[in-house]
């Protein structure tokens, strides 16, 4: 998500470090502050009564006699911001309702919002936490909407429920009974879309609510539409009563003012995020967690999360043990490379380090280099990986012309190889060793 509200984020770091270089703050300083952080939501296509209410909120409380008083009032002010963009998009991350056995979650949106894509992201998701989704396909308009069902359906080692062209009503009625019978406690309608928003669309969506009787409606909308997102979402909730939001292409999204509006808007919490076009691409929405990216504070638990995935603990503790020993080879470096693919953008994954989003302002790590380095370590012999110090002139001249790369790549590898040893042979004895991995 290394886009996501970049524009919004620069500009707040920007007018909070003018802030936090002073000591006590004037009324007018902080005014002005406000009139910034007001213009640089706009700007980021915030809806204008929500950025509006915003601003009144903050300034109310930064202009307390506890902020004016504070021997820190430029930090007090930047954690008011902080619990404000909180605040606004829900104050804690809202679950899916999943008490019901089984839990029926139709989805619904315009076309082209990636709804049927997110239906394989949620079936994979549901699947990953123990759960047994099936996926039914109620879309039968759109040419190839059934067979894209399918595949993503695969892709997610999720069940397809599907009975062609029938009515959409009497499909998803047949696949709830099909459910219960199987033991399929999870639910996944994909309905139609359209367009834009119509009579007939809504009357359909009406028909299956009313038979069906979810638990979850879930809208999904595209994030880089902006403001039309939000006028999409108080549609869909004015006729359907939504339960919540998925928020798709927000890894694309540099303004994010859908984001921040949506649930002051409609009423109505964002429950996930597509982050990416792979199928494991789905976050719940932690409003703190975006908050502090925002700030760029980074998301040190979202970060830990992904290692936590990508790595297992036994794993964890075998590479702490080799750095201890200091005997961490390039076989090593290969697994971590495989690791840290596993773990999505490079990018991302940096700027998720607190204070980072800063240092690397307007930086793109080339993410390229990941297999170049790759390259370099595969035309090592086994020992020459296992024992670096051996690769001297003719063996770096010979890994190059294998690797496709020159000297100069192969000399630069080894010596980030060295300074990654001697950094942890640094850290060596220090508590929290694992907690890095």
Not at 59 to 79: C, H, N, Y
Not at 371 to 388: F, G, L
């Amino acid at each position: 998500m290394a886009s996501l509200f970049s524009n919004l984020s620069e500009r707040l770091n920007h007018i909070f470090s003018k802030l936090t270089k002073r000591g006590k703050l004037t009324e007018l300083e902080i005014k002005e502050a406000m009139r910034e952080v007001r213009i640089a939501l706009l700007e980021a296509d915030v809806n204008y009564m929500v950025a509006k209410q915003f601003i009144n909120n903050v300034s109310e409380k930064a202009l307390g006699e506890e902020v004016m008083r504070s021997l820190t009032p430029g930090q007090m002010v930047i954690k008011i911001v902080k619990d404000e963009l909180t605040k606004l998009m829900s104050s804690t991350e809202q679950k899916l309702n999943l008490s019901s056995n089984p839990t029926i979650i139709m989805m619904c949106g315009l076309q082209g919002a990636g709804k049927t894509t997110m239906c394989g992201k949620l079936g994979a998701y549901l699947k990953k936490s123990g759960r047994k989704p099936l996926l039914v396909a109620c879309d039968i308009y759109r040419p190839a909407a059934i067979n894209q069902l399918q595949v993503v359906g695969k892709q997610a080692n999720c069940e397809v429920f599907e009975r062609g062209t029938q009515n959409p009503v009497k499909t998803a009625k047949q696949a709830i009974d099909h459910a219960r019978k199987q033991g399929f406690d999870v639910v996944i309608i994909d309905t139609a879309g359209r367009l834009h928003i119509n009579e007939e669309l809504m009357n359909e969506l009406k028909e299956i609510k009313k038979e069906v009787k979810p638990h979850e409606i879930l809208l999904v909308v595209d994030a880089m539409t902006g403001q039309d997102a939000v006028t999409i979402s108080e549609s869909f909730n004015k006729d359907l009563d939504i339960s919540g939001v998925i928020l798709t292409k927000l890894d694309g999204d540099t303004r994010g003012g859908a984001a921040l509006s949506i649930k002051a808007i409609t009423g109505k919490p964002i429950k996930f995020s597509g982050v990416g076009e792979k199928i494991g691409d789905i976050e719940p929405f932690y409003p703190d967690r975006i908050a502090s990216r925002i700030l760029g504070m980074g998301d040190v638990l979202s970060l830990i999360e992904k290692a936590q995935e990508a790595v297992s603990e036994e794993e964890a503790k075998k590479l702490e043990e080799k750095f201890r020993e200091n005997s961490f080879t390039f076989e090593d470096y290969l697994v971590q490379m495989e690791n840290l693919k596993k773990m999505g953008s490079l990018n991302d994954i940096v700027r998720m380090i607190p204070g980072m989003s800063n240092k690397l302002k307007g930086v793109n790590i080339d993410e390229k280099q990941l297999a170049v380095n790759k390259a370099i370590i595969q035309s090592m012999t086994k020992e020459e990986r296992v024992n670096p110090e051996i690769i001297k002139a003719s063996r770096r001249k010979r890994i190059a012309e294998g690797s496709g790369t020159s000297i100069q790549q192969v000399n630069q590898l080894l010596k980030q190889f060295e300074q990654s040893k001697e950094m942890m042979k640094q850290l060596k004895g220090k508590k929290g060793l694992r907690g890095m991995f």
